[in-house]
């Protein structure tokens, strides 16, 4: 075996058993994110991993996502850009508590937009995406509660912009006058696209998420499910002002859940965009070794230093 990959997010934890062929031998799954399962990381780690660790004793363990945040178990502070996988090798922090497991960094920026920006998990999505599709540029998107849109040149993550989609969208269904005429959630297509082409019309997103309320009220056989019609709103706003920040973007690589890449995708038909589907494990799998292999040669660099030092000592 080669290491042990574990996305640690705020809702859920996936641990990845990797082989030397970087292939994935077994994973381990359960909604103990960071958010909720208290703040005993060593032991729910050594519960969920520890007979792997036991097997293979000097086996190395990478921890990305939230786990590397203020709430995880050990703040990592931000990579700044541009950054790729030596950049972020070069800051991965042991967590003290056990030999041989690092949390990864996240990545910090100023968005295209003249304000700062961070992410934790999705560079490695992002690295590993990259080496799936053996590209050295593109812009990736990483749709989620926070969306976020990654431009990479050479390799190296240059900025980045984060959108409040999904949270707003959750937000406005359980705390708002909105949601108490949208029902329960619902992804029906035809609804979707009638709030994509709405997010197009005048008046911007503040004025247009009442339409949602208004539209229940006045129109109630429209035949809509108002859920997905808001959905719809709230991501046509999203990908109208993203591509005002990455012009000229091409194919975009999509990273995301088999839910959000059909939404994703009946919005870059809308849009005229061209999207290319990349599995989000594998990705976070692929980056991490990257970040891995990254950090292996820069330990063997240091000890080839050091020797030749005292050679000449």
Same mark, same amino acid.
């Given at each position: 075996m080669r290491c042990i990959v574990v996305d640690w997010g705020s809702s859920?934890? $996936?641990?990845?058993?990797?082989?030397?062929?970087? $292939?994935?031998?077994?994973? &381990?799954? =359960?909604?103990?994110?960071?958010?909720?399962?208290?703040?005993? #990381?060593?032991?729910?780690?050594?519960? $969920?991993?520890?007979?792997?660790?036991?097997?293979?004793?000097?086996?190395?363990? #990478?921890?990305?996502?939230?786990i590397s945040s203020r709430n995880g178990w050990r703040e990592a502070p931000y990579a700044p850009c541009p950054a790729d996988a030596a950049t972020i090798a070069e800051r991965l922090l042991p967590v003290g508590e056990l030999p041989n497991v690092w949390v990864v960094p996240g990545v910090s920026c100023r968005s295209p937009g003249g304000a700062p920006d961070v992410m934790r998990g999705e560079e490695s999505q992002v690295l590993g995406a990259l080496q799936m599709r053996g590209r050295e540029s593109a812009v990736l998107l990483l749709p989620g509660t926070h969306s976020k849109w990654v431009r990479v040149d050479?390799? &190296?993550?240059?900025?980045?912009?984060t959108f409040f989609t999904g949270e707003l969208f959750a937000l406005l269904h359980r705390h708002s006058?909105?949601?108490?005429?949208?029902?329960?959630? =619902?992804? =029906?297509? &035809?609804?979707?696209?009638?709030?994509?082409?709405?997010?197009?019309?005048?008046?911007?997103?503040?004025?247009?998420?009442?339409?949602?309320?208004?539209?229940?009220?006045?129109e109630p056989d429209s035949g809509l499910a108002m859920s997905a019609f808001l959905s719809g709103l709230l991501v046509g706003n999203e990908l109208a002002e993203a591509l005002r920040m990455f012009p000229g973007s091409g194919e975009i690589l999509l990273v995301g859940s088999d839910k959000l890449q059909t939404l994703y995708?009946?919005?870059?038909?809308?849009?005229?965009?061209?999207?290319?589907?990349?599995?989000?494990?594998?990705?976070?799998?692929?980056?991490?070794?990257?970040?891995?292999?990254?950090?292996?040669r820069q330990s063997t660099t240091s000890i080839q230093e050091r020797d030749h030092a005292a050679g000449l000592s």
């Open positions: 859920n934890f $996936r641990a990845h058993l990797v082989d030397n062929n970087d $292939r994935v031998v077994c994973t &381990r799954s =359960d909604e103990c994110g960071v958010l909720n399962c208290g703040d005993n #990381y060593r032991d729910l780690l050594l519960e $969920r991993c520890g007979d792997w660790l036991q097997r293979w004793q000097s086996l190395p363990v #990478y921890l990305c996502g939230m050479n390799g &190296r993550i240059t900025d980045f912009a006058s909105i949601g108490s005429v949208l029902g329960d959630v =619902d992804n =029906d297509p &035809r609804s979707f696209i009638e709030g994509l082409r709405h997010s197009r019309r005048a008046g911007g997103p503040l004025h247009q998420m009442f339409a949602a309320r208004a539209m229940a009220l006045c995708r009946l919005a870059a038909d809308e849009f005229n965009i061209r999207l290319n589907a990349v599995d989000p494990s594998m990705a976070v799998v692929r980056g991490v070794t990257a970040i891995c292999d990254a950090q292996q």
